[in-house]
């Protein structure tokens, strides 16, 4: 049994963000003191308003050696870009 | 000057400074990285308040002086500090344990003063209570884990407890420069708030698996008035040997 507090990997979306973006780790016995410690860690400049942690062991990644066969293939494939069509005047912003 | 006023202001100014002096020392000195960034921030928000206070209080005192003189050419029996906030370090428990009873003290004390007919206090009280919710639920979270934690964190924070309970009756002192801010602020005087106090305390005790020293117990007091431990004296000559040395300097 490890006398290390677990690791949370920290998500924090700002005021104008839309998102949660990933800004770093920390350590935490649990779920409440992880927020705690974000809130301490990693809003004290006012970076964001919201914050998500996850227990690092909880994240699945995928594997640096698969990153051929997972993603070259979508590299020329400009048929799947929806760029082909007219936009009319009216929704050209959307 | 508005004698009462000028205590009563000097008074919630000392309780933070100190406190926040104290909280310094331990920078760079945590438990953990996280616990170290969390007390340093609990500790710069409290010299935030301590300085809003004191500013007031220098304005009261109105002898052309600021938050910066009171702070650091009083002397020790010049400062109303409560003595818990001087009670030393120790080990993390004791720090922790001083921390929660200030802080829940703090947050009702701050609730009240919001709503004071003295709008400066109202303003303060309004600005400092978003930063004191925070540390109360902090330091109760942590409080509750170290309690029902293991037998060695228990143990310690059951003696902290113990060890500071005493301190703990000043808090809730009505004498009259208390009275006169409440019947002046409209708000009720510190003794209103020992029942809020001790079912917070109490709540949280629980949760800890602490167990809750009789609230009948003998209490010290003094700090109020001047009258201080032996720790203040160090407190003090640390944190006021710059200015003491060199007058007036600024950088």
């Keep these: ?94 | 000057m508005n004698e009462q006023k000028y205590a009563f202001l000097t008074r919630m100014g000392d309780h933070a400074l100190i406190l926040s002096q104290q909280l310094c020392k331990l920078c760079g000195k945590g438990p953990a990285l996280e616990e170290d960034m969390a007390l340093a921030n609990v500790a710069l928000d409290l010299i935030g308040q301590a300085r809003l206070w004191l500013q007031y209080a220098a304005e009261v005192q109105g002898a052309g002086g600021d938050e910066d003189q009171l702070a650091f050419l009083r002397d020790a029996h010049q400062f109303h500090n409560f003595l818990l906030v001087e009670q030393p370090n120790g080990n993390y428990a004791d720090t922790l344990m001083r921390q929660f009873f200030f802080d829940t003290w703090h947050y009702f004390r701050l609730q009240a003063l919001s709503q004071s007919a003295d709008p400066r206090i109202a303003e303060i009280a309004l600005k400092s209570i978003k930063e004191v919710t925070y540390h109360v639920r902090r330091t109760g979270d942590l409080i509750v884990r170290l309690g029902d934690g293991t037998e060695e964190s228990h143990a310690r924070v059951q003696s902290a407890a113990n060890e500071l309970w005493m301190y703990t009756g000043e808090m809730f002192e009505a004498d009259d420069v208390e009275l006169a801010e409440a019947a002046a602020g409209g708000i009720e005087p510190a003794s209103g708030l020992r029942q809020p106090w001790l079912e917070h305390v109490s709540q949280v005790f629980a949760e800890a698996t602490l167990a809750l020293p009789s609230p009948d117990a003998w209490m010290q007091k003094g700090g109020l008035h001047g009258r201080h431990t032996e720790q203040l004296g160090y407190i003090l000559a640390e944190m006021q040997y710059l200015q003491r040395a060199y007058p007036a300097s600024q950088w």
């Design chain 1, 1 to 94: 049994m490890s006398k290390e507090w677990p690791l949370w990997e920290i998500f924090i979306r700002s005021q104008h963000g839309l998102a949660h973006k990933h800004v770093g780790s920390l350590h935490a016995p649990d779920a409440e003191m992880a927020i705690n410690n974000a809130r301490d860690v990693y809003t004290r400049r006012n970076e964001g308003v919201s914050i998500w942690a996850v227990r690092a062991s909880d994240i699945v990644a995928s594997s640096p050696g698969d990153k051929t066969a997972l993603f070259e293939p979508s590299n020329n494939k400009v048929y799947r870009h929806p760029t082909f069509f007219p936009m009319p005047e009216e929704v050209k912003n959307l």
